[in-house]
Each structure stands twice: as structure tokens, then as C-alpha cells.
């Protein structure tokens, strides 16, 4: 007996979905039952059904209001800075050409190390006192001292100051992939605009980037979400302090559970920040890409 | 649109003079070889301004890659060093005195050996289950396996913190805690997502005479996925189970959250020295050296295959 094409095609599927269905979709489940109640963080300890109540406390409070509009800003400034830098580079390897393959694979190699290893270094590098960067800056002579700024302690720059390590680590996705984009653009066309009198601003506003949009929506969207979620840089450097400037949304919910043991509250806090995320992840898909239009 | 065959006076020949002393063939392939212009494209043509583009090149390089050499030189300097007031770039004495006091701390090397379980464990999962859900979507094309892929990206949103506790729970109750078991699964979710778009890419590549050939031989579905599929996407399995091992390798949230001693990883050692050794930079970054350089090399080694992975989703058109 043979059974069907569409069958075996499920079949194929099935033990895929089972995992992510009792991995993901359960456990997703489980945190949003958990924001109906208020919990105690001692196992077996009462668990009371209270409604909205735990939404009500997270829009009232500010630290939760607070590390939303942190985690906004922040993943903004990586996302822009990324993909500027990454661009930049992108385009500086494809007008090099071939003889910078090399130089390409190098550029590569923060890809490959952990968030937590590169969280730890760039700490090292601008922490006060034996910092190398503010020494340098000092040895320079653009700083008056080596500690003039307080890249990790003075909360008016540490949102930035933190972005740098997720900044250091994935230029590189961004450059690779716009690098391969721009490979996909035919040269004829390229010279048929310089033959046209375009110069280099024209050329990259009016032809390069139209024609890139597909691969940047994909590029933006994918680092958007990462950025989104950072954790384990902003815990290693800061621990979200000092007073809270650098608390971003995971860091929160980590606390909330962990720290102040309310589990109910942060699964509430988990359950908002989900939804906006995937609110703002398809408005961004539904835009920038347009699938099937112009380009 | 063959607006560029039209021919380009003495500007492009002088580029092609000057192309031709100072760099051989740019072409990427001779077929775009044309009238001896060795630039296409957006291709730098003068020669003062290729040098301009190699200095800045230079610079980027080394503003870049500064970092993970500064880390390589701390790890050698003496303890001491590590923390001078001002710091300084190379070591004035080399030393393996960190190294040493690192790997000799209490679980180290056994956090070594859990990240290398978990990962490997984890890498073998993502495969057999992503293998065959992505052929299933790619080659049968059924309804149900379009909502299966969306509900697979879906998932790459979940932030991990809001799952990790309720997944940690779900192992307690089931024996499994503080295992690498428990941890490999956890890591899995975050790399099944995406080792299933990564595999659906490269069977989409597959021909499908090739399966239609073994079937009309007597080969069953599943014995034409076994002998004749597989070995001919065994490149991009390769660079799958790469994806999914470096996933698990330099994850830290789910290790934080599910291990406590007995299977930690490395990345929550290291975390660790922070907290519980006061401030011991020497060790923690001779640590985060031993354990960042193997990935690198053998990511270096196999970069033609991971480029080609990484771009796949998302140039796909």
C-alpha cells in the first residue's frame, strides 16, 4: 500500500513539529497561562488566579516602561549602525574586487565568538581606570584623562556603550550578506548609469540600493529581532546598571523572575514583549520587503 | 539591457592599461571578459583612488580586529599586568601563567567537556529533525508544509528569556535537569528554525529527476531521501551542523537558566569568574581565548561553505 505524496510530505514534518509544538509552542504557552497569576517564586507555593492584574502592573510600573524604550533605542542604534558600517564595507570589498577575498574571510572571524567572550572584552577595553581606550584617547590627547568619559558608569551614554560589542560582532553578518546582494546586481547596468553621467551618491541612492531592498528588509529584520533580544553582552557589562540606564526588556524579565522572584509579572512583562515583537517584525516584513512589488 | 556593449573610447582602454599593471584579471568569471576592460561593475577603476580604498580597508582591519588581539596579548601578560594602571598593548613579560591559573580552576575543564556534549548533541537533533521536515516542505510543496515553514520563522522570535523558565521547569519534572541532555534540547530550539530554512535552500537546488530516476528503479520515497538525496546535499549538511553547533557553542541565556554545577558550559564559567573570584581579567581572558580560537580556525578553514550558508536565506531572490 502506498500511501499518498501529501502524506508522506507530513509524515516527513511531523516529528520536527512535534519538537518545536512541545518545545517552544507548550512552553510559550505555559508563559502566557503564568500571567494570569500571581505566583509564588517558592516551588509549590500558592498560585492565585488575578487576571489582568500582572499586565496592570507592568504598564504602571516605569522600570518596565523604561526598559522598553531602552530596548527601542538600543536595537535602532545597532540596527543603523550595522547596517551603515556594514554597507560601507560591503561596498568597499566589491569596488576592491576579487584581490580583497582574503581580507574578506578575516572581517568574518567575530561571527564566530561568543556574545558573552565579546560582552567580556569590550568591557575590558572601556572599563574605568585600566581601560586601553580611554587610555589611548588620553595618550592621543583627546581626553585631558584617561577616565574623562565613563563608558560603562555614567548612565547619560551607557545605553550606547553597551551596543558596542552586538555592533562589533554582527557587521559582519550585515556586510556578508549585503556584499552577496550587491554581487547579484548585473555590471551592465552599473555601467550603463556611469555611461549616463551617474555619479558615485546617485548611483548608490537611485540604482544600488532600489535594487538591494529585498536583502536589506531581510538583513534588518533578522539583525532588528536579535538586537531585540540582547542579553548576554549588557548582563557581562553592566548588569543592566548603573541605576537601570542599560535594563533592557530581556534583562528585565530575567530580573523579574530571577531577582525579585515574581514570576507572574515577568510572564506578563514575556507575553507584551512577545507580541510587540511579532507586531512589529511583520509591520517591518509588510513594508520594507513588499514582496512582489517593484523590485 | 546590453547598454554596456556599446564601445567605450579611449576612457576605457586607458583603464584597462592602467588595470593592467597594477592588478591582473578582476573578472569573476572570463565569460564578462570584454574588449580587455578588467573592470565591471562597480569595480574601482583608477588607480589613485584603489589605493585610497586599500588604506581605508587597512584601517577597518585593524580597528576591527584590534580587539581579539588585544585580548590574545592580556592573556599572556603576567596577572599583575592584566590590571596596570595605564594599560598597556603587548605584555611586558610573556607568560602562560593565566592559562594556567584558568584551566586549573575547579571545573573548567569539565565545563570544556559539557559544552562540547551539549553542542554535539544538539547539532545530531537539529539534523534528524530538520532533514527530513525540509525535504518534506521543499520536495512536496503541500499546504501544510508553507504553514510549517512561517510557523518555524515565527519561532526564530521567541526571546529565549521568556521561554527558558517554563522549558527549565518542564525538564525538572521530567529528570532531566542540570543535564546537557536538557540544555542540548533547549539550544535545539533555537537551532531547528533555522537549520530547516538553511536545508529547505539547498534541496530546493536538487534536481528532481534525480529522485524521480531511483523511484522508477524500485527505490522507495524514503530510500531515494537516504541514497541518492542525502549525498548530494551532504555539502550543505555540512555547513548546517556548522550553523547548529556554533548556535549551541556560544549560547549563554538557556545555559544560565538550566544548568547549575554539574552541567554548566563554558560561557557560564566564564561569566562566572566575574562574580565569584572577584575580578580575575587574566584568567577569564585567557579562558575566553582557549575557548573562542578553535571555533575561529575551524570557521576560517571552512569559510568558502559557511559564506554560502549565511547568504543562502537570505539572497535567495
Given amino acids: ?295 | 539591457m546590453r547598454v554596456a556593449e556599446r564601445t567605450r573610447p579611449d576612457a576605457g582602454k586607458a583603464a584597462a592599461v592602467i588595470a593592467e599593471s597594477s592588478v591582473p584579471s578582476t573578472t569573476h568569471d572570463g565569460r564578462r571578459k570584454r574588449r580587455g576592460v578588467n573592470r565591471e561593475g562597480l569595480e574601482a577603476g583608477r588607480r589613485s583612488t584603489r589605493t585610497l580604498l586599500w588604506v581605508l580597508l587597512a584601517a577597518a582591519m585593524v580597528l576591527y580586529g584590534f580587539p581579539f588581539l588585544y585580548l590574545l596579548f592580556t592573556s599572556f601578560k603576567t596577572p599583575i599586568d592584566t590590571i596596570a594602571v595605564p594599560p598597556t598593548v603587548l605584555p611586558k613579560e610573556w607568560t602562560l601563567e593565566n592559562y594556567a591559573n584558568a584551566l586549573g580552576r575547579s571545573g573548567v575543564v569539565a565545563s570544556f567537556i559539557n559544552s562540547i556534549q551539549t553542542a554535539v548533541i544538539s547539532t545530531l537533533l537539529s539534523l534528524v529533525l530538520a532533514i527530513p521536515a525540509a525535504y518534506g516542505i521543499t520536495r512536496y510543496k503541500t499546504p501544510s508544509g508553507r504553514v510549517f515553514i512561517m510557523a518555524a520563522l515565527v519561532t526564530r522570535m521567541v526571546p529565549p528569556v521568556a521561554i527558558g523558565i517554563p522549558l527549565a521547569s518542564m525538564m525538572a519534572s521530567v529528570g532531566l535537569a542540570d543535564t546537557p541532555i536538557a540544555l542540548s534540547i533547549a539550544h535545539t530550539t533555537i537551532s531547528l528554525p533555522l537549520s530547516i530554512w538553511l536545508m529547505s535552500s539547498f534541496f530546493e537546488a536538487v534536481p528532481r529527476d534525480l529522485e524521480e530516476a531511483a523511484t522508477v528503479d524500485g527505490c522507495s520515497r524514503l530510500g531515494a531521501l537516504w541514497r541518492v538525496v542525502i549525498p548530494v546535499v551532504s555539502g550543505g549538511i555540512a555547513v548546517t551542523a556548522i550553523f547548529a553547533f556554533l548556535a549551541s557553542w556560544n549560547e549563554f541565556l538557556f545555559a544560565l537558566l538550566m544548568t547549575a554545577i554539574r552541567s554548566q558550559t563554558t560561557p557560564v564559567v566564564i561569566a562566572n569568574f566575574q562574580t565569584q573570584f572577584g575580578l580575575d581579567w587574566g584568567s577569564m581572558t585567557a579562558l575566553a581565548a582557549v575557548y573562542s580560537i578553535p571555533v575561529i580556525l575551524l570557521t576560517l578553514l571552512l569559510q568558502r561553505k559557511i559564506v554560502a550558508g549565511m547568504t543562502l536565506g537570505a539572497v535567495k531572490g
Fill in chain 1, 1 to 295: 500500500m502506498r500511501i499518498s505524496d501529501r502524506r508522506f510530505a507530513l509524515f516527513l514534518m511531523t516529528p520536527a513539529a512535534l519538537f518545536l509544538a512541545v518545545f517552544v509552542a507548550y512552553p510559550l504557552f505555559r508563559l502566557v497561562a503564568d500571567s494570569f497569576f500571581k505566583i509564588s517564586p517558592i516551588a509549590g507555593g500558592p498560585r492565585d488566579f488575578v487576571g489582568f492584574q500582572n499586565y496592570v502592573s507592568a504598564f504602571a510600573s516605569d522600570a518596565f516602561m523604561g526598559a522598553g524604550w531602552r530596548t527601542l533605542a538600543y536595537t535602532v542604534v545597532v540596527v543603523t549602525l550595522e547596517f551603515a558600517l556594514g554597507l560601507g564595507m560591503a561596498l568597499l570589498f566589491t569596488t576592491l574586487g576579487r584581490r580583497s577575498q582574503v581580507w574578506r574571510t578575516v572581517f568574518l572571524y567575530p561571527l564566530m565568538i561568543a556574545p558573552i567572550v565579546a560582552g567580556l572584552l569590550w568591557k575590558f577595553l572601556m572599563i574605568d581606570n585600566f581601560g586601553l581606550i580611554g587610555t589611548l584617547l588620553h595618550q592621543a590627547g583627546i581626553l585631558s584623562n584617561p577616565n574623562q568619559i565613563g563608558w560603562l558608569s555614567d548612565p547619560n551614554i551607557v545605553l550606547f556603550s553597551v551596543a558596542i560589542p552586538d555592533i562589533w560582532l554582527t557587521t559582519s553578518f550585515m556586510c556578508l550578506v549585503l556584499f552577496a546582494g550587491l554581487q547579484n546586481i548585473p555590471g551592465d547596468l552599473i555601467e550603463a548609469a556611469r555611461l549616463d553621467g551617474a555619479r558615485a551618491p546617485s548611483l548608490l541612492f537611485r540604482i544600488i540600493l532600489p535594487l538591494l531592498r529585498p536583502v536589506i528588509a531581510v538583513a534588518l529584520v533578522v539583525r532588528g529581532i536579535d538586537a531585540a533580544r540582547a542579553f548576554d553582552t549588557i548582563l557581562i557589562q553592566t548588569n543592566g546598571g548603573p541605576q537601570s540606564a542599560s535594563e533592557t526588556m530581556s534583562l528585565l524579565i530575567y530580573r523579574t523572575m530571577i531577582r525579585f522572584g515574581d514570576p507572574g509579572l515577568a510572564s506578563a512583562m514575556g507575553t507584551i514583549y512577545l507580541v510587540a515583537m511579532l507586531a512589529v517584525a511583520f509591520f517591518a516584513v509588510a513594508t520594507i520587503w513588499r514582496p512582489g512589488k517593484d523590485t
